[in-house]
């Protein structure tokens, strides 16, 4: 029996987030002449790509699969388990991230790698601005929220608790799931809920 969900790992936009991760890993080893991660633990580089190569297209499918739900359910509860897997995703990736990049060459070569391969901020942004943007469309988020300015405050919001859990511990301040129901509360997409 087909399962009705399908591989995140087979689709077209998993197989281009892969080769731009392979194009950025390229573009970081040719820049090292001899294929070597220069000024950081060996492998380092090597394991947060990999880890980048494997996590980020199934995060992106998670966003992208937005599109499905515009005009279903309610937004809050729709964009619940997006905040949550988004905390969790940030976590590992920074994990791998901050021991990769301890030197300042190693993160200038990422940079100018990541210029080529379109591999920046925006992949996150766009699929969840435009999921709150339809959502406007039909009336289901405030005429007064900015799809792209919330969607970049939702991420940031996962983005810094993982960062915090990461340099704190889990026990340290709230948990994950208070966490993304509060990141998702203070959004205020709600329609009914009109500035005074």
């Given at each position: 029996?087909?399962?009705?969900?399908?591989?995140?790992?087979?689709?077209?936009l998993t197989q281009e987030t892969r080769?731009?991760?392979?194009?950025?890993?390229?573009?970081?080893?040719?820049?090292?002449?001899?294929?070597?991660?220069?000024?950081?633990?060996?492998?380092?580089?090597?394991?947060?790509?990999?880890?980048?190569?494997?996590?980020?297209?199934?995060?992106?499918?998670?966003?992208?699969?937005?599109?499905?739900?515009?005009?279903?359910?309610?937004?809050?509860?729709?964009?619940?388990?997006?905040?949550?897997?988004?905390?969790?995703?940030?976590?590992?990736?920074?994990?791998?991230?901050?021991?990769?990049?301890?030197?300042?060459?190693?993160?200038?070569?990422?940079?100018?790698?990541?210029?080529?391969?379109?591999?920046?901020?925006?992949?996150?942004?766009?699929?969840?601005?435009?999921?709150?943007?339809?959502?406007?469309?039909?009336?289901?988020?405030?005429?007064?929220?900015?799809?792209?300015?919330?969607?970049?405050?939702?991420?940031?919001?996962?983005?810094?608790?993982?960062?915090?859990?990461?340099?704190?511990?889990?026990?340290?301040?709230?948990s994950r799931d208070d966490t993304a129901?509060?990141?998702?509360?203070?959004?205020?997409?709600?329609a009914a809920r009109q500035p005074a």
């Amino acid at each position: 029996m087909a399962t009705p969900f399908p591989d995140p790992h087979r689709s077209r936009l998993t197989q281009e987030t892969r080769n731009h991760v392979l194009e950025l890993a390229g573009s970081m080893k040719r820049a090292d002449g001899d294929g070597a991660t220069a000024m950081a633990a060996p492998g380092r580089v090597d394991l947060f790509l990999a880890l980048l190569q494997d996590r980020l297209p199934v995060w992106l499918r998670i966003l992208h699969d937005l599109s499905h739900l515009v005009g279903k359910g309610n937004v809050a509860d729709n964009l619940l388990p997006i905040a949550r897997a988004g905390i969790d995703y940030y976590l590992e990736i920074q994990s791998a991230a901050l021991p990769a990049f301890s030197s300042p060459t190693v993160t200038v070569r990422y940079r100018a790698a990541v210029r080529g391969t379109g591999l920046g901020p925006m992949p996150d942004v766009a699929p969840l601005a435009a999921y709150l943007a339809a959502e406007q469309a039909i009336g289901r988020v405030s005429a007064h929220v900015d799809p792209m300015a919330s969607a970049r405050l939702l991420l940031a919001g996962c983005f810094q608790h993982a960062y915090y859990e990461m340099l704190t511990g889990s026990d340290a301040s709230l948990s994950r799931d208070d966490t993304a129901e509060e990141i998702v509360r203070e959004l205020r997409l709600d329609a009914a809920r009109q500035p005074a």
